[in-house]
């Protein structure tokens, strides 16, 4: 057990239940005033006391200059969760003409996907077979950032109207899309090819049968 837990009094493990059950219930934590109310403390100072005591202790933290700004250690190394658009699927085979529109979201930790804050990101679902050699599966969920590809990334594509997942691939200065399934031919662009998005990683659901 860490030192600064067993040295706890029970005055200051009322305190800490205190503070994080004010904090649930009303958004933000508690003035050293409430505290004073709550604990039926002589003063405002007895309140400062136990909080200052909490803080050496390393069991919370408080900004000097901010009468409320109080957090917990352990809340700073939470996951910063985003949600991501779904927009409904994509063709992992022959490239389709179709409209995508939102269906709902996918709560990930920015930090996993190492992405940058106010990245664009969003969502797909994969439907078929044609990148099953870059282990991307029908029924997978791919997590694209809308960004200008680099060779050999794997992209959502817009191919003369229809769209499509595949690797982009430039030779001699002319992009193209590559399946990961031998079955499947390369795509190269009549009229335009449009980069939607850049993979950066997928979800896999286990099925149980």
Known sequence: MPRSLRKITERQKQMLEYLRSYQREH?????TRDIQRHFEFASQTAAMSHLRALERKGLIQRH???ARAVVFPADLKRPEIVDVPLYGSIAAGYAENQEQQADGS?????????????????????????????????????????????????????IDGETTLKRYLVSDGKPYLKAENPA???LIPVQNLEVQGV????????RRD
């Open 27 to 31: 958004g933000v934590m508690p003035s």
């Open 64 to 66: 000097p200059h901010m």
């Open 106 to 158: 996918i709560s990930v930790d920015v930090n996993t996907l190492g992405l940058a804050r106010g990245s664009r990101v969003f969502a797909l679902k994969v439907r078929g077979e044609s990148m099953i050699g870059a282990s991307i599966c029908d029924g997978d969920v791919v997590i694209l950032e809308a960004r200008e590809p680099r060779p050999r990334d794997i992209v959502a594509a817009l």
């Open 184 to 186: 499947f031919p390369d």
């Open 199 to 206: 993979m950066q990683t997928l979800i896999r659901q286990v």
